[in-house]
């Protein structure tokens, strides 16, 4: 296995989740850094950055670990403790679209487009493995 093989994953997802990636930073740099002044609903987005961000991470690295076997999980299951992982992703992802609906605040607008960009861009990458 040379060092292309195993650098490769991480190239490939890298690019293929810029835009949910963008979105995730433009929304953590119009997030409000005075956060005792805020009331709850100016705080929600906050939340909703945090869950945003672990869920990008988890299917992130599901992606990851997808094309570095180089095969669909339909052939290659995924261990055991992907499966609650994944689960955990799309639970953070359902709370995100919550919060952004429940919020008040600049970071609703990149959390919105997170929502709809992110399962896409996932979607296109576990096709294409």
């Given at each position: 296995m040379g060092f292309g093989h195993a650098i490769g994953p991480f190239v490939l997802v890298g690019l293929g989740m810029v835009g949910p990636a963008?979105?995730?930073?433009?929304?953590?740099?119009?997030?409000?850094?005075?956060s005792s002044s805020l009331n709850i609903k100016e705080k929600?987005?906050?939340v909703g950055l945090w869950?945003?961000?672990?869920?990008f991470l988890l299917t992130s690295s599901f992606l990851v670990r997808l094309h570095y076997l180089n095969s669909?999980?339909?052939?290659?299951?995924?261990?055991?403790?992907?499966?609650?992982?994944?689960?955990?992703?799309?639970l953070y992802w359902a709370s995100v679209i919550v919060l952004v609906l429940l919020g008040k605040g600049k970071p609703r607008l990149a959390l919105f487009v997170w929502t709809i960009v992110c399962p896409i861009f996932a979607g296109m990458l576990y096709v294409s493995a």
């Open positions: 963008i979105c995730l930073v433009f929304g953590w740099l119009t997030c409000n850094r005075v929600l987005p906050r869950l945003a961000s672990l869920s669909p999980s339909v052939n290659n299951p995924p261990e055991k403790f992907w499966i609650p992982l994944n689960w955990l992703t799309v």
